[in-house]
Nanobody, 124 residues
């Protein structure tokens, strides 16, 4: 059974940093694209960042570009999200996602597996 487990969320002041991790088990995702999405209260889940199997291709939402960095360690079957210069509007539950295909995409429906989410709260 495939499982994605996020960790690293928490409460941080505006301007601070957090690093999220998502460890996969049950199968390897070294050939699949990985991504982070987030969902704020009362809002739809939205794309944050995605990374190709090699790690050479990444895409970011405009709202996080220049502040967040996605990376992966295929040997550990883990994807990371380094979040710097955090803002109150970054407050949300953050979800990692994986797909069987190696093509990166921002479309939520294209991802096959999802984690349970980790809460990130940024205070002003």
């Amino acid at each position: 059974q495939v499982q994605l487990v996020e960790s690293g969320g928490g409460l941080v002041q505006a301007g601070g940093s957090l690093r999220l991790s998502c460890a996969a088990s049950g199968r390897t995702f070294s050939s699949g694209a990985l991504a982070w999405f987030r969902q704020a209260p009362g809002k739809e889940r939205e794309f944050v960042a995605t990374i190709s199997p090699s790690g050479l291709t990444t895409f970011y939402a405009d709202s996080v570009k220049g502040r967040f960095t996605i990376s992966r360690d295929n040997a550990k079957n883990t994807v990371y999200l380094q979040m710097n210069s955090l803002k109150p509007e970054d407050t949300a539950v953050y979800y990692c996602a994986a797909r069987n295909l190696g093509i990166v995409t921002q479309e939520l429906s294209r991802y096959d597996y999802w984690g349970q989410g980790t809460q990130v709260t940024v205070s002003s």
